[in-house]
């Protein structure tokens, strides 16, 4: 496959700069036409098919394998199994930095959860492959599953999240309660939820003596290339990783995990390419998912309804072999200005592949709870809902003191209020009916997401031609990377898009960081930012030091790069273009390396954070308790708007993503066996065409100067964090049922009317 470079013709005529323009995709035609090519469309020559046996129970030891059988099976080349397989440089249980889990690559016969891979069958063909995994039969001793968020003692974990303390406090908390007038002590619960990404894991692994060529979707290709390095025990320069394109990642592709490396493991023992690709029913397992959490709500209020506290407390689950725990508590530093706050977790431990990251980690599975408990809150101080939130905002960060933008937030309650028609809402419950007699709801959810950002390098460079490259090993998994970014490329080298070569995705380009945390386009195009004005700080050195050049002398003045000319400051009429300044320095090129990371000291002194409120409708049938989301607005104020199409794309995706949330999405486990039940699209339920409402989306205007040079920030998570809550406080207004369990369920509601 050659090397991606998505640079195209405009597709229609654009004023002013390229940020902010509502370009389509640059890579959609691509797409639509079959051209894109995914991990698992590459052929090598002599390619080989591996396919992973995996465990049919959660807990205890693998006794035998009918390896001679599969082996035996028409087109089956060889068995790889924990008996016989390469070695690898490291032990894979040893956790060599912080975003090291532990995986499962045929160490040892012992079974830690259900789905976890057994064995490798490698083949000529996928069905070949198949069937002898099939052939296999495992035979197994079986130990009791431990399942559940009660499956064993708890145990307070010693961090959450990325590091995150385990508790924090703010206040007194018990001394706020004590002098509430109102208080709810509430619990709700969230089931385990997985990443069903439309391209699943996949890598096609060729070798070539100490050299590796590996094609496999990832989000972050540098962490990729180190974990395999070590485990391989070979340098990094000799591997080649390809990822141009990514059918869906949401933190499920950000960190190694054991099925691709199984794959480089498979091509090295058999010594030809081998591609390896999850089945559906695979990716419930070893590649991460949701933890399920049971969370604790305690809040007081005074008798004019503002809050004197606000206890916060999740149990979650990780793994039996490692530790990744769900800061849901987390969820509630950041938004209600509570004198006192404490937000604290436990953890079980239970057979089950290692939770990890899946879009908003703790933020959605805390929000849900934190919005219907302030929904709950105002019911009790019979306070409309809006007005209770904005009696409650925070204009500081409760736990630093560190200002935000509250300003922003203040304004997507009243855009998104104004837009939904909120004043005409009822307070009381189940007191509006639509022409059909369905019961109609009407909730709302507060949304925040942190505007994080990593580090990252990318190589800008100018031609004698007039036209210019910008290279960085950024990420697109669907949220429009390869138009965003390249926008921001060519603003920062002063063409026009369709003028400057845009490449990404492969290892081989400067490390752009991770594609996750809403931070890839602020982090990635920070670097670029920082490049192009290093190559253009070259060009003028040229040109003002050149004393044939009509810019010579305006080093103190400066100048100014648009449209390919270098124009002086201080007085247009005196420019110079790029081809013109290469030329008579007789250089074909200059380039200029950059780089993108968050300022320290901003950070110590603001907290940065973007902002949202969703209003949400809800009918639902009286008597058969069916819920239907009939419309959603949401208003988002996240910072400068680099591409508005693509930015209204990701809030849609995360306000479908924050309905299914509250009304779909569940894993269900067999308590006996420690097995996902429904560990398919059939029965995985999420939502479909006919589930999703039309959709509002207000992207209102924020200027926030702190968060980075270019004042991004991240909008593929935050759409959630609101939405899920909107929907669940739309269905008790409509039925006045207050579900707190969830997805909320129709026989929940029948029962408790």
Not at 159 to 185: F, R
Not at 270 to 297: I, N, S
Not at 483 to 488: C, D, H, S
Request: aromatic letters at 6%.
């Amino acid at each position: 496959m050659p090397e991606l470079n998505l640079t195209s013709a405009p597709a229609h005529l654009r004023h002013g700069s390229n940020i902010g323009q509502p370009l389509t995709r640059r890579d959609g035609v691509l797409k639509v036409t079959g051209r894109a090519t995914y991990a698992a469309d590459n052929h090598p020559p002599g390619m080989l098919f591996a396919v992973m046996a995996v465990a049919s129970i959660a807990r205890g030891r693998v006794t035998s394998l009918n390896v001679a059988a599969a082996k035996r099976h028409p087109g089956v080349v060889e068995v790889m199994a924990p008996d016989h397989k390469p070695k690898l440089a490291i032990d894979p249980e040893i956790k060599t930095n912080p975003f090291v889990f532990r995986m499962e690559v045929l160490q040892s016969h012992e079974v830690r959860y259900a789905n976890q891979p057994i064995a490798v069958v490698i083949a000529e063909t996928l069905e070949a492959a198949t069937e002898g995994a099939t052939l296999l039969a495992p035979q197994y001793e079986v130990q009791p599953a431990l399942v559940g968020l009660d499956a064993g003692e708890s145990y307070v974990p010693p961090v959450v999240g990325v590091g995150n303390p385990t508790e924090n406090t703010h206040g007194d908390v018990e001394a706020g309660l004590a002098v509430a007038e109102k208080q709810i002590d509430a619990t709700y619960e969230t089931p385990p939820q997985y990443h069903n990404a439309m391209e699943p894991h996949a890598i096609v692994a060729s070798w070539n003596g100490e050299s590796l060529q590996v094609d496999m979707p990832t989000q972050g290709l540098m962490l990729s290339l180190g974990r395999i390095a070590e485990l391989f025990g070979i340098s990094p320069d000799k591997i080649h990783i390809r990822s141009p394109f990514l059918g869906g990642g949401f933190g499920s592709k950000g960190l190694m995990s054991g099925p691709p490396t199984l794959g480089i493991m498979a091509a090295k023992l058999v010594g030809k390419p081998v591609k390896l690709v999850l089945r559906r029913e695979q990716m419930y397992g070893p590649v991460g998912h949701r933890a399920p959490t049971r969370q604790r709500l305690r809040i007081g209020a005074d008798g004019e309804g503002r809050l004197t506290a606000l206890d916060h407390h999740a149990r979650t689950v990780s793994s039996t072999f490692d530790d990744f725990y769900e800061p849901a508590a987390d969820a509630s530093h950041t938004l209600y200005a509570a004198p006192a706050i404490r937000t604290s977790h436990d953890a079980v431990r239970v057979n089950t592949g290692t939770p990890l990251f899946m879009r908003a980690p703790g933020e959605a599975t805390g929000s849900i709870a934190l919005e219907s408990a302030i929904d709950e809150m105002a019911w009790a101080c019979g306070i409309d809902p809006l007005a209770f939130r904005l009696k409650n905002y925070a204009e500081v960060e409760p736990m630093t003191g560190r200002p935000f933008s509250s300003k922003a937030l203040r304004a997507c309650y009243d855009q998104g209020a104004a837009r939904f028609g909120w004043a005409k809402r009822s307070l009381q419950p189940r007191q509006m009916r639509d022409d059909a007699g369905l019961l109609v709801g009407w909730g709302m959810g507060t949304a925040t997401f942190p505007a994080l950002m990593f580090q990252a390098e990318a190589r800008a460079v100018l031609r004698r031609d007039g036209s210019g490259a910008m290279e960085i090993g950024a990420h697109d998994m669907g949220q429009g990377a390869w138009t965003a970014l390249a926008q921001i490329a060519a603003d920062a080298v002063g063409l026009d898009i369709d003028r400057v070569d845009f490449k990404a995705g492969t290892s081989d380009l400067p490390d752009a960081g991770i594609a996750g945390g809403s931070a890839h386009t602020a982090t990635a195009g920070a670097a670029i930012h920082s490049a192009g004005a290093a190559v253009i700080a070259k060009l003028a050195d040229l040109a003002t030091g050149d004393e044939r050049s009509p810019l010579f002398g305006a080093g103190n003045a400066g100048v100014i790069a648009r449209d390919g000319r270098l124009i002086r400051r201080d007085d247009e009429s005196r420019s110079e273009s790029y081809a013109e300044i290469l030329a008579r320095a007789g250089v074909a090129e200059v380039e200029a390396r950059g780089t993108g990371a968050p300022n320290p000291a901003a950070m110590e002194e603001y907290a940065m954070h973007a902002h949202g409120a969703v209003f949400a409708e809800v009918k639902v049938d009286p008597e058969l308790g069916q819920v239907r989301v009939s419309r959603m607005v949401g208003a988002f104020a996240a910072g400068r708007i680099v591409n508005p199409h693509l930015v209204k794309s990701q809030l849609f995706g995360g306000m479908i993503w924050g309905m299914s949330f509250a009304l779909h999405e569940e894993a269900v486990t067999d308590r006996r066996s420690g097995r996902i039940m429904n560990a398919n699209l059939g029965e995985y339920h999420i939502p479909v065409n006919a589930d999703v409402p039309p959709l509002d989306v207000i992207t209102v205007e924020e200027h926030d100067p702190h968060v980075n040079a270019l004042g991004i920030k991240g909008v593929g998570e935050i759409g959630i964090t609101g939405s899920a809550g909107a929907v669940a406080n739309a269905v008790w207004h409509a039925t006045g049922v207050r579900v707190r369990r969830f997805p909320i369920k129709i026989e929940e509601l029948l029962t408790q009317r």
